[in-house]
């Protein structure tokens, strides 16, 4: 019996014990080389217990240059693969007139972003 106490408590030290700045910062930047958007980063962290407000810093902060805002990234995609499927449906309307507003979306984004 005492060895499950014992175990128990080692269990105890390992969830409690806090991860320094560096190593937070560390995982953010391992996250991110993998392909993951801040959005993406910052549930991937909640899940391994490491939330950015116990850091005080932002995940956007911590990326620097390397940020791109997820919207715009999420936009590119989009019309990215609407202009591959409008390759092969020429006669498909609906796909021009959403490559057409997907473009004008993405247009008025980075106007906004460029501010």
């Given amino acids: 019996m005492p060895k ?3 175990e128990k408590v080692e269990e105890t030290e390992k969830k409690t ?9 560390k995982r953010v930047l391992e ?18 217990e490491m939330h950015p407000k116990e850091f005080g810093k932002k ?9 791109t805002n997820p919207d715009l990234k999420n936009l590119q995609e989009k019309l990215t693969k609407l202009e591959k499927h409008f390759e092969k449906n020429k ?14 979306r993405l247009r008025r984004l980075k106007n906004y972003l460029a501010e």
């Fill in 31 to 48: 996250l991110h080389e993998a392909g993951l958007t801040s959005e993406k980063i910052g549930e991937a962290l909640r899940k391994e």
């Fill in 59 to 67: 995940i956007s902060k911590i990326l620097g240059n390397k940020y």
């Fill in 91 to 104: 006669k498909d309307r609906r796909a021009m007139r959403d490559k057409v507003k997907i473009a004008a």
């Fill in 4 to 6: 499950k106490a014992e």
């Fill in 17 to 25: 014990k806090k991860k320094t700045i560096e190593e937070f910062e």
